[in-house]
């Protein structure tokens, strides 16, 4: 096909440019095939630009779509989900600039680019990310002028760029307007979630899930208390899912289906029990001091959140469950925040069990761990109380288990093998067969999963990393209701009293393995000054920016009064009026600088003018270059300030006719001193 419009070179460069850059964003989540394919495209753009290469053909066209389809299917195995959609996005636009064969086609490439760039805000809404992709909006931005430019050459090339610059700028006051003022909508469009969970806590445990998470520093989320210190860390038990149903091997949670007295999930979260179904809030009994706290919640992918035992939160968006545990409506898939109450003492269910539930938390499978429990039929026979009991079980790890992040593997009996064998875990193995002896001693137990310990830093709020990852225990107890209890601080109390960082961190490496992880070289005293200050950074950007919805309402108050749509409209009405009126102003000011050719125009009249009135009139259709030969060739050189005049009317037919404006002023001077 012959092309019947040539890209310009500027829309050219700043459109490799743009895609270029917008796939190193997507680096992390792009096959490395797809980037490959892209710097390909655009070696062969630049041939075609140059024309040495000829566009591909239909049978290469062909062969590019049949291959590009397979190595998707190759690399993603499905062809829904954010990852295999950002990936064909990339794909086609590398493939679309090949076939470029009007301007139109440029255009719709660059809508695409548009679209592409602002994907990497869907992974990740860090300050740096939105930083990157307003850089990538403004090459995209370039190119989109770039196409529209006929001029060629150096400074035409740097020409787009700066267009572009001045484009964005003068959308940031209405973009930041939009932002303050318009209420928060759900997305419009959805894509399927992430395959892969990207949080340190699953939601199931057998052995070997945590063996990973002990040498993993990324960020879990962080808190903050609206008012004096952080509870000590022995307190921060920052719980997760509850893990109630056992198969032998590994632990889960219970399916909602089986809560059948009632709503499983409390919304709002008033702790009243107004809700309609959710009665059994009123058997949450909470004490102490009220503290209340906001948490920053990385990506999950998932519904549950994490809190401190007995939460509340009045947030629409945040449930808690029967299990008490908090969950949010949507997966988290962005940054969540979300506020929190919490009470130093509390105790849930403290009247009674219900049939249907005792027989949860006291089930096993039959057939697995003979001898555990045969002892915990004779040690519960020969406990005088559940309390005994339980202090029995904890006095065991203390003696005779060894706390470590690298246990050996356990066959089909894992909690015989566990206790009679290696004796060597970490939480899960020690929850796990905590949990099994109470069950089998015929005392109700669960495991419940979550984060303990945090980081605290030094602007006062706290880091949770997965490493602080961790399980634990509850026993129910009559009259007490659920208790936790924390077999691993029974082995090893000082990974629970300093927390994790203390206690893994004999070894700054073992922290974390990534060797970009700024984690991983704490030891290190500016280097871990540098990831305080930029935590600080991200920390700040996620509360005020991102979390700027919850305070919404209150700043619209603060500056509109009453809210309404008549009042946003006109708080819009007016932010417009005013870009237009800098718009306006800008573009008069341009005209300005218009006019300054007829104030040339206007002088050199006045000097005829003054000529004219001297005795030396310029004739009828006199050109200035033959008004200023005339003179020069007359009595006129002997009058008194004629080298003015006569000066002053070269250097009009020098900035008139050469193209040469720096002599305007110089023609001005010389002009006002003929009198």
């Keep these: 096909m012959t092309p019947q419009w040539q890209i310009p070179r500027a829309g050219l460069v700043w459109l490799i440019c743009a895609q270029l850059a917008i796939a190193a964003g997507l680096f992390a989540v792009l096959p490395l095939w797809i980037l490959m394919v892209l710097v390909l495209s655009c070696l062969w753009r630049i041939q075609i630009y140059r024309g040495v290469w000829s566009y591909p053909g239909r049978w290469s066209k062909l062969l590019l779509l049949i291959l590009n389809i397979a190595a998707m299917v190759f690399s993603f195995d499905r062809f829904t989900g954010l990852e295999p959609l950002t990936a064909l996005l990339v794909s086609a636009a590398a493939f679309k600039l090949l076939e470029m064969h009007r301007r139109s086609d440029g255009l719709k490439l660059i809508f695409v680019c548009y679209f592409t760039a602002s994907l ?56 930041v307007v939009l932002f303050l003022v318009l209420p928060r909508l759900p997305a419009f469009w959805a894509v399927p979630g ?42 921060l038990y920052w719980r997760g899912p509850v893990l109630t149903h056992f198969d032998g091997r590994r632990w889960s949670q219970l399916d909602p289906i089986n809560f059948g007295d009632g709503s499983h999930v409390a919304w709002g979260g008033n702790g009243t029990g107004g809700k309609s179904g959710s009665h059994w ?82 089930k096993l499978p039959k057939g697995y761990n003979p001898r555990a429990v045969a002892l915990a039929t004779q ?82 709020y706290l880091l949770v990393h997965q490493y602080n990852a961790h399980a634990w225990a509850e026993v129910w107890l009559e009259g007490r209701g659920w208790v936790r209890v924390d077999p691993t601080a029974a082995v090893a109390p000082e990974r629970i009293e300093q927390g994790a960082e203390s206690f893994f961190g004999q070894s700054a490496t073992s922290l974390a393995e990534d060797g970009f992880s700024l984690s991983r070289y704490r030891h290190i005293g500016w280097l871990n000054s540098l990831r305080l200050q930029l935590d600080a950074l991200d920390y700040y950007w996620s509360t005020w920016v991102l979390g700027y919805q919850s305070q919404q309402k209150s700043f619209l108050q603060r500056w509109l009064g009453e809210i309404s ?90 900035v008139c006719y050469g193209d040469q404006p720096q002599h305007a002023e110089a023609f001005y001077r010389e002009a006002k001193q003929f009198r």
């Design 379 to 460: 040690w519960r026979e020969e406990s005088v109380t559940e309390e005994a009991y339980i202090q029995r079980v904890l006095q065991w790890f203390n003696r005779e288990f060894t706390y470590t992040l690298e246990p050996p593997a356990l066959g089909r009996n894992t909690v015989d093998e566990f206790l009679w064998g290696s004796q060597r875990g970490f939480c899960e193995h020690y929850a796990g067969s905590f949990v099994f002896l109470m069950r089998a001693g015929g005392v109700p137990a669960r495991v419940v999963t979550g984060y303990q310990g945090a980081e605290a830093h030094p602007d006062g």
């Design 120 to 175: 990497q805000l869907l992974y990740e809404q860090t300050i740096a990310v939105g930083g990157y992709t307003l850089f990538c909006l403004l090459l995209v931005t370039a190119a989109l002028t770039g196409i529209f430019q006929r001029a060629e050459g150096h400074a035409a090339t740097w020409a787009p760029l700066k267009r572009g610059t001045a484009l964005l700028s003068q959308s940031l006051p209405l973009m």
């Design 281 to 362: 809030l009123q058997r949450i009994q909470r004490g102490g001091q009220q503290r209340d706290y906001t948490v920053v919640m990385e990506p999950t992918q998932r519904l549950w959140l994490f809190a401190l035992l007995a939460p509340d939160s009045n947030d629409s968006s945040v449930g808690i469950t029967r299990e008490m545990r908090l969950v949010s409506r949507q997966p988290v898939s962005g940054k969540k925040q979300y506020s929190v109450s919490w009470w130093p003492q509390y105790r849930y269910f403290a009247d009674t069990l219900v049939p249907w539930q005792r027989f949860q938390v006291l």
């Design 565 to 654: 749509w008549r009042s946003i409209g006109l708080l819009l009405f007016a932010t417009g009026g005013l870009v237009m009126l800098m718009t306006l102003l800008w573009l008069l000011r341009g005209s300005l600088k218009a006019r300054r050719q007829p104030a040339l125009q206007r002088q050199f009249v006045k000097l005829c003018r003054r000529l004219a009135k001297a005795g030396w009139p310029r004739a009828s259709a006199e050109g200035p270059r033959d008004y200023r030969l005339r003179l020069e060739a007359s009595e006129f050189k002997q009058r008194t300030k004629s080298q003015n005049a006569l000066l002053a009317l070269k250097l009009y037919e020098k």
């Design 194 to 235: 992430q395959q892969q969970a990207s949080t340190g806590v699953s939601g199931e445990m057998s052995p070997g899930d945590f063996s990973r998470l002990g040498k993993n520093g990324d960020l879990a989320f962080r808190v903050s208390f609206e008012k004096g210190a952080p509870p000590s860390p022995d307190l």
